[in-house]
């Protein structure tokens, strides 16, 4: 469980995030979602401790993030899997040798052992066969399983993903989804994902923290997100013609039941 609490994050004038707090539960699927340029990034970017907030804390199962020394928080990076807009593999290294890279950088593991535990984890996001290719060489949708399996190879805790589903076609963007929700049940990993993509929030989330402009805005459960009737969400969602005949209907049939 990572627990924000009143975080404040400006750069220089501008004040990008206005107290957030919010927890985000281990096993679940925890989704940031808001407009481009609402915080997004720079959140997650606070989260993982790459930038430092102006204020507020950050707590992950109890452990305050921003009062830790360099060496805490490396310890505390070798727990978190990341996986970022773009798939950002190494261009020059195999898929086997970009899964690899995470366990030759953080482990003393010998070449058979990290082989094996990169082959397991292509396998566990049903990547078999593409060992020896170049990420030049394969589909988007391919990448990001090479980008999934990297980000799982250190057996992580807490696992970001910003914009996991950008530049995926929509049915891609469903499989990937459903491969990080899958993951995060079967090793019990605290998720965070960021997306401003509908389609990921009622097929994944659990959990559901809307920002607008740098604030908390709203939070709830995908079901919740229905039959919200908080004005900026709402102008959010209804942004996504499919989702406003979905509300439609749903407000329909709550009036008639
Ligand atoms: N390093 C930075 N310096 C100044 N402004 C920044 C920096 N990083 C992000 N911002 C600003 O913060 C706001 C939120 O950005 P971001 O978190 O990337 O949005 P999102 O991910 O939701 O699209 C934007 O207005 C952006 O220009
Ligand atoms: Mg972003």
Known sequence: MIEVQHLYK?????????????????????????????????????????????????????????????KELKTLRREMGMLFQGSALFDSMTVLENVMFPLTMFTRNNWKEREKRAKFCLERVNLTDADNLYPGEISGGMMKRVAIARAIAMNPDYLFCDEPNSGLDPKTSLLIDDLIHDITKEYNITTVINTHDMNSVMNIGEKIMFINEGRKAWEGTKDEIMTSTNTELNDFVFASDLFKKVKEVENYNNEEG
Do not use: Q
């Open 10 to 70: 400006s750069f220089e004038e501008k004040e990008v995030l206005k107290d957030i707090s919010a927890i985000f539960e281990k096993g679940k699927t925890n989704l940031i979602i808001g407009r481009s340029g609402s915080g997004k990034t720079v959140l997650i970017k606070n989260l993982i401790g790459l930038i430092r907030p102006t204020s507020g804390e950050i707590l992950y199962d109890k452990r305050n993030l921003i009062a830790m020394a360099k």
